[in-house]
């Protein structure tokens, strides 16, 4: 009787402690969907008059002047993307096969320290990359890379024109360099994580490693690879004072990647401190807006396409 | 007896150790982030001679700066513009602005071969280049100017700040007063869309001297200060009156001396017609409120007031060991006068 | 006191497998001579000295943690993946030395090949488990995929219950035909020696059941070497047993003699599971 009664307390004991225990997840989540709801509505109170005074012209017009107070972002929205989408690039092929390689390959006594640097580096601050890319990575860019690429594959648009040390790809390349950490060391516990045997069975028919790595282990660590990129996407969406430092700060569209532009995080990180007139402050405040939802679109994008494309690749 | 003597004596020991701590007043300032060299170094001294007071400023940028001083979270504001009609009707109340510091922008290039003299421009060809109607070095115009220099068949990358300042917002103006066409298409301000084709933009006056230093045929505009301390190549610019003239502290402070009646409305000191001034100049303003009721509001208005009354005046010689340049006596008359209108 | 030992698996006839009385010995396919194994400091395996005969079923017996994986996974050079292992004297394919120099182990491992204890399919269809071996040595025709795909199934006894599903996931498939697949998945890269750690250890009586048939039936064409802990496997499916212990080999001969007539005592002990 007495041991039943002991029972029955314990059991609802420790039903309560879920309670609390659900009580308390549901709680964070509800405080974290509040907070990014509550960022979205401040933004989006800030952003009014500005949204007010130009409307949907402020996403089509390229014109970004604070003299006559007219605002337009799209030559932001596009130097944001394109110079993530350059560092993504450069930072996904570079960071998994680094990863690849200092997993699966590369003897230990060159493993750990290579991937303790290149973890380093994610704790180097950002100003830091951008007076390394302005004074040392960006003259170099210039006086050999740039010519070489412009040489080589001038014909493309995108290697075209006047070289400036300050650009695009200077800024895709300073980005890469900073996001390369958390691709990598990502990718590499995504690496380690898929199944030793599924290496050892590869490898019991005959495969090479680097078949084994191309064929089995890649293609098993694809959504937590993309993950990563993803990840670390959004690092360089909304990295400041690096690409400030570097990308020639130009409000405008060109073809070459070897022009100047601008990014939106840029743009409030320069101005904002000296803007005083009320539909300045509001367009730099939307830029902010627009920041958020390039971010959200972004990833929301990358989900859709882990869903499609990646999902269906699995099973087949 | 003996026991009051001992509270006594623990009670002035106290006195002892806390006075210094309590007696010094913090004051604090927000803006303009060109001056802070100069305050940080002339609030050092001040507070080195006067032992009750300590200046705390916070070089956030004159936006910042006009802003806290506008919610009264600051004693004072600086900014390297006067504050406009608009900023003026939103205060809570009138104010008082006065100059504080003097400053010239100067212009920087870099060629590939050395030009014996410096780079020669007149005022239209610099206003023209940053329109990005003059495109190449070896344009007729800057050729006729610079006889014998060998100037490349190469395109002119304007640098510029990418940051608002009053740096930019000088040079415009500069670029204002001389060219009609930047006047109507650009204009005045501390960001603006710039014309040229060929423009970059660089963060602060780092930015702009390292996007100038690393890019063969390119031009650009930073502060005095920076162009001594990293011994930047200047050019020579024409002025009004005709002369060709490097920025010098001389140049700024002599067309300083050519505006006498000084006003935060009237502050312009761009292309003026003095002999030997330079062009390219302008003062850092700081301001506080006219009116303090509150007993305790006034003793620290009378602080603030004495604190930049000294910086305004005695002060100004530290500016000259900084590569400011300092206010002319004029100028500084003109600020003593309108420090003496507040009331505390 | 305890009663005289019987052999169960062996008075049955009908439990064992029908195997021809008095085959002559075939020449030994693969050979080991004084093989030492180590992880790190510990001395896994020590110097065994083995001979595993072609078309025969060779089984590796003895209480967990013995060593027989080690020596497993020695013969196709497996423990070159595994940085602490250190493998010391001869292991021979056709008399050629496997660790020897100029040895491509990949080489190695293609034409011995391994099925684990855990069935691991790749996380693929069917059709390009099977096939993976075949893609990886350079096969592209489809065709030519398509029949090594069919061949091995069939083979694995598996063809009839996934003939019409190939394009879909392995990883839908019972854990007995995971194995399956996985075996018809090394036969495709068609290999001499099959090596075979625990293979049916996951599995429910009828799987293990046609494992072990598929077993048998591969001693036509392979050397199969497999390791168990189920002494009716052994004696059902082996032509050749060892008995590991404490990473000595104490005993090898062929089935019915190590079963009948131990000659040491403490593979008597094991077998009659007086230890372990
Ligand atoms: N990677 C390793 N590092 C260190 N020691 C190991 C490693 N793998 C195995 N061992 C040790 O080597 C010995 C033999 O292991 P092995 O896996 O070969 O045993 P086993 O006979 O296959 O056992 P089981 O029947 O349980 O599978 C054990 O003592 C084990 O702890
Ligand atoms: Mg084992």
Redesign the pocket.
Known sequence: MQSESHEQLHLRRSRISDRWFMAGVYGATGLFVAIVAGLFVELYAGSSSSIHAFGFKFLTSSHWNPVTNQFGALPMIYGTVVSSLIAIVLAGFVGVFGAAYLVEFAPRAVARPLAFLIELLAAVPSVIFGLWGLFILAPVLRAYVEPFLQAKFGFLPIFQGFIFGSSLFTAGIVLAIMIVPTVSAITRDVIAAVAREHREASMALGATRWETMARVILPGATTGIFGACVLALGRALGETIATTMVIGNKPAIAASLFQPAYTLASVIANEFTEATSDLYVSALIELGLLLFVVSLAVNGIARVLTWTVLRPAKAR | MKRVNVLGAALSFAALVVAPALAATQLTGAGSSFVNPFFSKAFYEYSAAHSDVTVNYQPIGSGGGIQQFTQRTVDFGASDVPMNADEIKRLPASAVQVPIALGGVAVTYNLPSFIKGGLKLTRETLADIYLGKIAKWNDPRLTKINPGAELPDAPIIVVHRSDGSGTTYIFTDFLSHVSGEWKSKVGTGKSVEWPAPSAVGGKGNDGVAGAVRQTSGSIGYVELAYVHENKMTQAQLQNAAGRFGFCTGRGVAAAAATKLNLTPTDFSIVDTKGETAWPIAGYTWAFMYREYQKPEEKSRAKMVRDVLEWTATSGQRIAGTLDYVPLPESVQEIAKKSLSEIKV | MPAPYQFPYLVGGAETLARPASEPRPPSKMATDGLNVF??Q?H?IKHVTLSLPDRRVSALI??????????LRALNRMHDL?P??RVEGSVTLDGTDIYGPGIDPVEVRHRIGMVF?RANPFPKSIFENVVFGPKVHGERRHRELIEICERSLVKAALWDEVKDRLNSSALGLSGGQQQRLCIARQLAVEPEVILM??PASALDPLATAKIEDLIFALRRDYAVVI?T?SMQQAARVSDLTSF?LL?EMIETGPTAEVFTHPTDRRTEDYITGRFG
Do not use: L, R
Request: net charge negative; with cysteine; aromatic share 16%.
């Open positions: 992880y790190g510990f896994a003895g209480p967990s943690g013995c060593g027989k994986s080690t020596f595994t602490e292992a204890q750690d625990e390791v802990h590991f990473g």
